[in-house]
């Protein structure tokens, strides 16, 4: 059983959960960050794709990534504009026929692939990064193409279908469509006309034998604030993950929250940005035809660090002062020496997973701040 114990009186407490990550907050893994600006000079290894010198992003040659989709992605369409400092998504029509005389392996939604699809009208691009996630804050910069067909999204995803085990696990940061935003959402446009300020976040999850089918869960159509400029112009998206909980942002506002860790996804996700076409590219006998893009500004992600079996006992200054932030089993403050001061102007975070008590002096003082947040540990895999 969870404990959460301290002295009435004494101290200053924030319990905390739901705040947007914290730059203060030393149980992050600052160091050992994913972190892309996209301003140093890369090209893709023609053989690989793979971006290089650095090898952190892998681009694709003649891939679809869902069966209503209507674009082959190629890795020359994901371009680094180091000008810029952005990385370009670039979608455009076939005009060269050159895709109508290939055939490519397209997946069926989780059954599975199968060729020759004879749909296919756009060459476009999409970047998996190199390192796979468990848990974390992702969070991208860009700006969004809006138009009939635009199905843009940042997202984290694995699956498997075997014999003994199937299961599919998918987080979407942020998806928008034309489509979803016109005709599925709680407050969509009427429908036919699309939305610029409306998008779609949450998870599809399952892990049943032999059932590779997902079902959705935290589900949200949410719509930009009155002061917010539309999605064809540079904002934030984000999304905190973590065994127990995912909380997503847009410009560092909290706008979705889903709180069930039986149907959270639990095992490292590849980490996806692209910008596919769907079918709502015709539409009303009009047809998209474009070029445009997806511009990204930048990507990141940080990770906490994780001591799920340390328990800490802090009994001075020093140890206050010294102390090795990670989510740890139990802290406890218990003042043998002299009495552990948060500092003015100071900041101090701790998680937990079990316990936090005070059985001693202890003292925030004013214009200090201290938080504790519990939460769970990774659960085996």
Not at 126 to 134: G, H, K, L, P, S
Request: aromatic share 18%; charged share 20%.
């Amino acid at each position: 059983m969870k404990k959460f114990i301290y002295l009435c009186g004494m101290m200053l407490l924030s319990l905390n959960m739901m705040a947007q990550i914290d730059w203060n907050d030393r149980n992050w893994d600052w160091n050992n960050a994913f972190r892309d600006d996209f301003v140093s000079y890369r090209s893709w290894d023609t053989n690989s794709w793979i971006s290089i010198p650095d090898n952190r992003w892998r681009a694709f040659l003649n891939k679809v990534t869902h069966g209503h989709e209507k674009q082959v992605y190629q890795f020359n369409h994901c371009i680094f504009d180091t000008i810029s400092g952005e990385m370009r998504l670039f979608a455009e029509y076939d005009t060269t026929g050159l895709i109508e005389n290939q055939s490519y392996p397209l997946p069926d939604t989780m059954h599975g692939i199968y060729s020759n699809y004879d749909s296919l009208f756009y060459f476009s691009g999409e970047m998996i990064a190199m390192t796979r996630f468990r848990y974390g804050y992702f969070e991208i910069r860009c700006k969004l193409p809006v138009h009939q067909g635009a199905f843009p999204a940042f997202w984290l995803y694995s699956s498997y279908s075997g014999s003994n085990n199937s299961y599919y696990e998918e987080i979407d940061v942020f998806e928008y469509s034309w489509w979803i935003t016109s005709l599925s959402g709680p407050n969509p446009d009427p429908p036919g006309t699309g939305s610029k300020r409306c998008f779609t976040c949450g998870i599809y999850f399952n892990d049943e034998e032999n059932n590779p089918d997902e079902h959705s869960y935290g589900r949200a159509y949410p719509l930009l604030p009155p002061s917010s400029s539309d999605l064809d112009e540079f904002h934030t998206y984000s999304c905190e993950w973590m065994p127990d909980h995912v909380i997503w942002y847009f410009d560092g506002t909290v706008l979705n929250e889903y709180f069930n860790m039986d149907s959270i996804p639990h095992r490292s996700l590849e980490l996806i940005a692209n910008y596919a076409i769907d079918k709502y590219c015709f539409h009303n006998d009009s047809t998209w035809v474009g070029p445009d893009e997806m511009l990204i500004d930048y990507i990141n992600v940080f990770q906490l660090k994780w001591e799920c079996d340390s328990i800490e006992t802090i009994t001075s200054q020093n140890d206050l002062d010294n102390f090795e932030y990670a989510v740890k089993k139990s802290i406890s403050i218990n003042s043998i020496v002299d009495e552990p001061v948060v500092k003015y102007n100071n900041k101090i975070t701790f998680r937990v997973t079990d316990l936090f008590e005070v059985t001693g002096p202890f003292e925030v003082v004013e214009g200090a701040e201290f938080t504790v947040i519990m939460q769970s540990c990774p659960p085996p895999l």
